[in-house]
């Protein structure tokens, strides 16, 4: 069931993983966004990374909203990263703390930076939930912010690889998936695999394109693949 309000306009968000296929956001240097969602921690991407900045803070200055979803551990804002790139919003991937026994309602801290940073951590809105119990991981949470509270009906990922590729440029030492034994896993992998169909399957009104350096396949009309080549 497609929930998502129709307005008729064409709304574009741009959610960035941080995996290898992150390059691909150089092909949107002259697409129109109205959002770019980035999921976890890009504050050492960015210097790494010095093009990926001029993108974000062009993209910003054309009107683009960026929007930085940070996982309960709260890793990836410090004052260098805010200086440098315009945030217009910090979610965490939570929902308001109500007690509950689920993991999106888990407590965290809204004001951890509010003295250090000057920003406030927002829970994600009420309207995610009917949603929740089909995502485990930061970036679905970040394409249903941009479905059900920004009325976004065309999304585009990059840098989700599912954990079958490096993430982004220190992709073979510290950052290196091979080193998260958790997530390097076959069963995980198709498990998150099949989230992100669920979620396309969910919003059949939303147009969907996945930039990827996975196996990742769907059947789904609404959802578009490209495979990007892995680095050597």
Not at 19 to 42: H, P, T
Not at 110 to 136: A, H, W
């Amino acid at each position: 069931m497609d929930l998502r309000k129709s307005t008729g306009k064409i709304m574009k968000a741009l959610v960035c993983g941080r995996g290898e296929s992150l390059v691909a956001y150089k092909d949107y240097e002259k697409v129109k966004l109205e959002y770019i969602y980035l999921v976890n921690a890009f504050n050492k991407f960015i210097f790494q990374d010095p093009e990926l900045r001029y993108f974000l803070n062009a993209k910003s200055k054309e009107g683009t909203k960026i929007i930085q979803i940070i996982n309960i551990e709260m890793s990836g804002l410090d004052k260098n990263f805010i200086d440098n790139v315009k945030l217009d919003e910090v979610f965490c991937t939570r929902m308001k703390y109500t007690n509950e026994s689920h993991w999106w309602r888990d407590y965290f801290n809204q004001d951890r930076f509010v003295s250090s940073l000057g920003i406030k951590v927002k829970p994600q809105p009420e309207c995610l939930e009917p949603y929740m119990n089909i995502v485990g991981n930061s970036l679905p949470v970040a394409i249903l912010n941009a479905i059900l509270d920004k009325e976004c009906n065309e999304v585009d990922v990059i840098g989700s690889d599912f954990y079958e590729s490096f993430y982004y440029l220190d992709g073979k030492d510290e950052w290196s998936s091979s080193l998260w034994t958790d997530e390097n896993t076959k069963k995980t992998q198709e498990r998150l695999k099949r989230q992100f169909n669920q979620i396309v399957e969910c919003f059949q009104k939303v147009s969907f394109t996945i930039k990827t350096q996975s196996t990742f396949s769907t059947q789904h009309q609404n959802c578009k693949v490209e495979y990007k080549q892995k680095s050597n």
